[in-house]
């Protein structure tokens, strides 16, 4: 694990509700090392998505400074942003997220091609991270014609494809069946490991968890590691505080 | 709260979500509704006001034109009963030469200053004094040719001249529209110089006090064509020779006017009608897109037990809403355009302050059809949605299993512009539907154009093919040899004569009038082109316009009979015409000549001559009564349907600018329903060119197929505006102008891209978390 990718610190976020700002993070500090494999949980509405959001520089917290791979997101601009989420960060969601009108193979060569300059091997890679997900012989057809399970192996290929040193998952088994969820994760996790890129994740599921490196809990807008926690259906190793633990049993 | 309330309120959320969507529909349904009632509002506003002004100026309900006879010979008409008052005046053809050299026909009407029937009112000036030099000219004549109180003004007449003072302007309902040729039904305003004068005058120009106008007023329930007919058996009993018996509603002015009036009204429904339709099926499309955002929606509905029926009557409860804001709005449009149209309309016939007003009944009928408008639009959007069941509207949208860009030279195409194409694909028959909507709206606004220019140049076709270019009408009807001496002028190459006279023809139990026209040839110098049949070349043959057909409820092969004055003679059908030329009669001069007794007389001469020809003729007004250009016909034919072109332009704006408001509402809706996509393309880094790529691809493909489509949907509607102008007036060619396509084709290929660009402007605006969570499959 080399230094930090992710430096959150302080972090503030009200949403405006109707009976005035709604707050869903209060001070929240977060770090993530280059290669790690970090799960935030939490409660419904506790503003774990939110936290990802801010992180991926799709929104912006109201106070506190967030860091990605020694970019301060606050003093990006426009453009800034779009070359920070061609290169710095990728996004892999709990509905796929894949254009129906792009096979799976431009679906992954999208997020390619969205970066300037495009990868002179973008067409390699695309193919190379298909196989590397099982779906090469399927890299022709819309995701309509695929699996749930299909279409999120191809949606974590376009984020893996892009090679940054940060992906962000917001329940990327969520939308699955159990025993296909598991294989996604499997594949996830190899494939994360392959990449060398550092992964935040949200999850309900506790066997996600235990794959982490790490696992922090958002709750009343903080995050702090996550004790090892039936709760989660899952022992930590012992003696192996969370945030110290290499990989989770397989 | 009942269940059926609570589906009202989560449906007005609904449709509150999409107001944007809302407001689009009510301006479309009100443009349907503002161009009805603008129509229908100023032809009710032009016929009051036209009729306010008979009423107001005491038109005679009779007039009988008899040859120029001391008035003192005249029979008592008031003695055969039926008649109320009976007011004799001497109507003089006469040419009227102004201080600039122009020289133009004109009538003088010798009738006193406050006569009982056909009044006139003054306007400016004062009215001339008992045996003075003095005349009040018409207000037609003062403002075409500049005349001004204090003018004065040389006129013959008898063969006589004159040179009276203008002491006042004055206007009537009798002269309100003009002509010099009635013959050739379009009126000409400005071209016949009416001057009112005392008619003590008279007998100075023409050596005895005569009379050549009787002007009658019925008792209340005669009828006007039995009086006259009595009456003209007695004038001629007492040997004055009638010209012609004219009821109220058939003289020249009143009658051009209604026939103008009468035509659009039979055209317009064509108009309103392509319009409403656009309308509604743009509405349609609209919320279609709606319902199928909302297929979720109505699946949980379904599912929760709703049944159909009952979520049909709340989205008509909802469309009946939305349809009286339409119609609201449409009434509030159509006031004014309505308003504008009639003071256009009014302005070209030469009818002046228009009576405005809202007529209750057409303001109800206006909104009812916004109201049905609306309701329907709301529950045909809807059906094939509710049509579906739960199960399938639970699931997700339909898969896309192919795609155009799989060929090699799409292949080639960059992701973002296949993306786009592709885009279209996802739901072809939505697709195919936006396209012909957005093609259907330009199409009709070209339709609206290609009407007008069709009718344009169809009449300019007419003229350009005739060989005269003066119709030279004798003041009595001569012997052929006399008269060609007596048309002789400057630069006469060749002249064809022809017998005009009124008649009436009969078939059965039905009888209409008519002008009776003969001709030598049918293909002489007035071509003869009927619609059906033939030309008539034996003497019991006639053809008849389409019109008189109609009216005397006649067709090809039927006998009827032509009457002038006691004698008749049968005649049969061979030809009818659907030309620019109405209530015509057409026979062979000797059938003719035979009918009114005299062989070998004829009325006038179609005459191709110099140009100089026209004023060195109108100054013999002992022989020749009026002397017609077909360059001030053509002329005076284009300014009348220019007239009619108002409208045409409003309908044209209103259509055009319901295509902008659907082509807006559309894009904006596909964009806002890929919304999802967007936000992932943006999570991905594209940057915002590559979006605009995205966007214009989607944009411009749909623009592209619907310019092209619109071209033959408007040339099919453009046939159909003039099928109905054919029923309304006269048969109309498509004939094709440039602009007719270039402007609404513009305005589409200026707003598309724009919508498309303020379209990806917002959604680099919006917030990408906002839609990241949406399901894009």
């Known amino acids: 694990m080399t230094g930090p990718v992710v430096e959150a610190s302080d972090l503030s976020y009200a949403y405006q509700g109707t009976d005035g700002p709604v707050p869903v993070l209060r001070g929240t500090d977060l770090t993530v090392r280059g290669g790690e494999f970090v799960v935030i949980v939490g409660p419904s509405g506790s503003g774990k998505s939110t936290l990802l959001t801010l992180l991926g520089g799709l929104e912006h917290p109201q106070a506190g400074t967030i860091r990605v791979a020694d970019r301060d997101l606050r003093t990006l601009g426009a453009k800034e942003l779009e070359s920070f989420r061609q290169h710095v960060v990728a996004f892999v969601f709990q509905f796929f997220n894949l254009l129906p009108t792009l096979t799976a193979r431009e679906n992954v060569l999208l997020g390619l091609e969205a970066m300037v300059p495009m990868p002179r091997d973008a067409r390699q890679r695309a193919d190379q991270w298909l196989d590397r997900v099982g779906l090469a012989a399927k890299r022709d057809r819309f995701p309509g014609q695929l699996s749930g399970g299909e279409q999120q192996r191809v949606a974590i290929a376009r984020a893996l494809a892009k090679e940054t040193p940060l992906i962000l998952a917001d329940e990327p088994t969520g939308n699955l069946d159990e025993e296909t969820a598991a294989a996604v994760l499997e594949l996830f996790v190899a494939a994360q490991r392959m990449s060398g890129s550092a992964v935040v994740l949200i999850t309900h599921d506790a066997k996600i968890a235990a794959r982490a490196d790490r696992v922090v809990e958002l709750t009343r807008g903080r995050l702090r590691e996550a004790p090892r926690v039936a709760r989660y259906g899952v022992e930590w190793p012992a003696g192996s505080p969370p945030a110290q633990a290499g990989r989770g049993p397989a | 709260m009942s269940p059926m309330a609570l589906l009202d309120t989560k449906l007005w959320r609904d449709l509150w979500s999409v107001r944007g969507r809302v407001l689009a529909l009510v301006l479309i349904l009100g443009s349907g509704v503002a161009i009805q009632f603008a129509i229908a509002s100023a032809l009710h506003d032009l016929r009051a006001t036209q009729d306010t002004l008979v009423r107001q100026l005491h038109t005679?309900?009779?007039?009988?034109?008899?040859?120029?006879?001391?008035?003192?010979?005249?029979?008592?008409?008031?003695?055969?009963?039926?008649?109320?008052?009976?007011?004799?005046?001497?109507?003089?053809?006469?040419?009227?030469?102004?201080?600039?050299?122009?020289?133009?026909?004109?009538?003088?009407?010798?009738?006193?200053?406050?006569?009982?029937?056909?009044?006139?009112?003054?306007?400016?000036?004062?009215?001339?004094?008992?045996?003075?030099?003095?005349?009040?000219?018409?207000?037609?004549?003062a403002e075409h040719q500049g005349l001004r109180v204090g003018d004065h003004l040389t006129v013959a007449a008898f063969g006589r001249q004159w040179t009276p003072a203008v002491v006042g302007i004055g206007t009537s309902a009798e002269f309100m529209v003009t002509t010099v040729n009635p013959d050739y039904v379009v009126a000409e305003p400005g071209s016949l110089g009416v001057l009112w004068a005392d008619p003590g005058r008279a007998a100075d120009i023409t050596g005895a006090a005569l009379t050549d106008s009787l002007l009658v007023r019925l008792a209340p329930g005669a009828d006007p064509s039995a009086v006259g007919l009595r009456l003209s058996r007695q004038l001629e009993s007492a040997g004055v020779g009638v010209v012609s018996v004219t009821p109220r509603l058939d003289g020249y002015s009143y009658r051009s006017?209604?026939?103008?009036?009468?035509?659009?009204?039979?055209?317009?429904?064509?108009?309103?009608?392509?319009?409403?339709?656009?309308?509604?099926?743009?509405?349609?499309?609209?919320?279609?897109?709606?319902?199928?955002?909302?297929?979720?929606?109505?699946?949980?509905?379904?599912?929760?037990?709703?049944?159909?029926?009952?979520?049909?009557?709340?989205?008509?409860?909802?469309?009946?809403?939305?349809?009286?804001?339409?119609?609201?709005?449409?009434?509030?449009?159509?006031?004014?355009?309505?308003?504008?149209?009639?003071?256009?309309?009014?302005?070209?016939?030469?009818?002046?302050?228009?009576?405005?007003?809202?007529?209750?009944?057409?303001?109800?009928?206006?909104?009812?059809?916004?109201?049905?408008?609306?309701?329907?639009?709301?529950?045909?959007?809807?059906?094939?949605?509710?049509?579906?069941?739960?199960?399938?509207?639970?699931?997700?949208?339909?898969?896309?299993?192919?795609?155009?860009?799989?060929?090699?030279?799409?292949?080639?195409?960059?992701?973002?512009?296949?993306?786009?194409?592709?885009?279209?694909?996802?739901?072809?028959?939505?697709?195919?539907?936006?396209?012909?909507?957005?093609?259907?709206?330009?199409?009709?606004?070209?339709?609206?154009?290609?009407?007008?220019?069709?009718?344009?140049?169809?009449?300019?076709?007419?003229?350009?093919?005739?060989?005269?270019?003066?119709?030279?009408?004798?003041?009595?009807?001569?012997?052929?040899?006399?008269?060609?001496?007596?048309?002789?002028?400057?630069?006469?190459?060749?002249?064809?004569?022809?017998?005009?006279?009124?008649?009436?023809?009969?078939?059965?139990?039905?009888?209409?009038?008519?002008?009776?026209?003969?001709?030598?040839?049918?293909?002489?110098?007035?071509?003869?082109?009927?619609?059906?049949?033939?030309?008539?070349?034996?003497?019991?043959?006639?053809?008849?316009?389409?019109?008189?057909?109609?009216?005397?409820?006649?067709?090809?092969?039927?006998?009827?009979?032509?009457?002038?004055?006691?004698?008749?003679?049968?005649?049969?059908?061979?030809?009818?015409?659907?030309?620019?030329?109405?209530?015509?009669?057409?026979?062979?001069?000797?059938?003719?000549?035979?009918?009114g007794t005299t062989p070998d007389v004829v009325s006038g001469f179609y005459v191709d001559a110099g140009p100089d020809y026209a004023d060195a003729l109108r100054t013999q007004t002992a022989t020749i009564a009026r002397v017609t250009s077909k360059d001030s016909i053509t002329s005076a034919f284009e300014t009348s349907i220019a007239e009619m072109m108002g409208i045409i332009y409003i309908a044209i704006g209103f259509s055009v600018g319901v295509s902008i408001l659907f082509v807006t509402t559309l894009i904006h809706i596909q964009i806002v329903e890929q919304r999802g996509e967007f936000a992932t393309l943006r999570s991905l880094g594209l940057s915002g060119r590559r979006i605009r790529t995205v966007i214009m691809t989607g944009v411009v493909a749909q623009l592209v197929a619907s310019l092209v489509l619109s071209v033959p949907l408007a040339f099919g509607l453009a046939r159909y505006l003039n099928a109905r102008m054919g029923q309304a007036w006269f048969a109309v060619d498509v004939h094709v102008g440039w602009p007719d396509f270039a402007w609404p084709m513009l305005a589409a290929i200026v707003v598309a891209p724009v919508v498309g660009l303020l379209g990806q402007r917002a959604v680099m605006r919006w917030g990408i978390a906002d839609h990241l969570r949406t399901r894009s499959t």
Do not use: C
């Open chain 2, 60 to 141: 005679a309900d009779l007039e009988v034109q008899v040859e120029p006879v001391p008035t003192a010979d005249l029979p008592d008409a008031r003695a055969l009963g039926d008649v109320a008052d009976v007011e004799s005046r001497l109507l003089l053809p006469a040419s009227l030469t102004l201080t600039d050299g122009t020289s133009l026909a004109g009538e003088l009407v010798f009738q006193p200053a406050q006569p009982r029937m056909n009044q006139w009112k003054l306007l400016d000036g004062r009215v001339f004094a008992p045996g003075a030099d003095e005349v009040v000219v018409d207000r037609s004549l």
């Open chain 2, 257 to 595: 006017v209604r026939d103008d009036l009468n035509a659009f009204a039979a055209y317009s429904p064509a108009i309103v009608l392509t319009l409403v339709g656009l309308s509604i099926v743009l509405g349609i499309l609209t919320f279609h897109r709606f319902a199928v955002d909302k297929r979720r929606e109505f699946g949980i509905i379904a599912a929760l037990g709703y049944r159909r029926r009952r979520v049909r009557f709340a989205l008509v409860r909802l469309g009946l809403v939305v349809g009286v804001l339409g119609g609201v709005v449409g009434l509030i449009l159509g006031i004014g355009v309505g308003w504008a149209f009639a003071e256009v309309y009014a302005s070209g016939m030469e009818l002046r302050d228009v009576t405005h007003s809202i007529d209750p009944a057409l303001a109800a009928i206006a909104v009812a059809m916004g109201i049905a408008a609306g309701a329907v639009t709301l529950l045909v959007a809807s059906i094939p949605t509710l049509a579906t069941p739960p199960r399938q509207l639970l699931s997700p949208v339909p898969a896309v299993s192919r795609a155009p860009g799989r060929g090699r030279t799409l292949l080639r195409l960059p992701l973002a512009v296949r993306h786009g194409l592709r885009g279209l694909t996802r739901a072809r028959l939505l697709t195919l539907t936006s396209i012909l909507a957005m093609a259907g709206s330009v199409a009709v606004a070209i339709s609206y154009g290609l009407g007008m220019t069709s009718t344009l140049e169809t009449v300019n076709g007419a003229f350009r093919d005739e060989r005269w270019r003066y119709a030279v009408d004798l003041r009595q009807p001569q012997p052929e040899s006399q008269a060609r001496a007596a048309i002789d002028g400057p630069g006469l190459a060749a002249a064809e004569p022809y017998q005009r006279t009124t008649g009436e023809l009969r078939a059965g139990d039905r009888a209409a009038p008519a002008l009776l026209v003969g001709l030598t040839s049918s293909q002489g110098m007035h071509l003869v082109t009927p619609a059906r049949g033939r030309a008539a070349t034996a003497a019991d043959e006639v053809v008849l316009s389409d019109d008189l057909a109609g009216q005397l409820g006649v067709g090809l092969g039927d006998e009827i009979s032509a009457a002038k004055g006691r004698a008749t003679q049968r005649v049969r059908v061979v030809g009818i015409t659907n030309d620019i030329y109405l209530r015509q009669a057409t026979l062979t001069l000797p059938a003719l000549q035979r009918l």
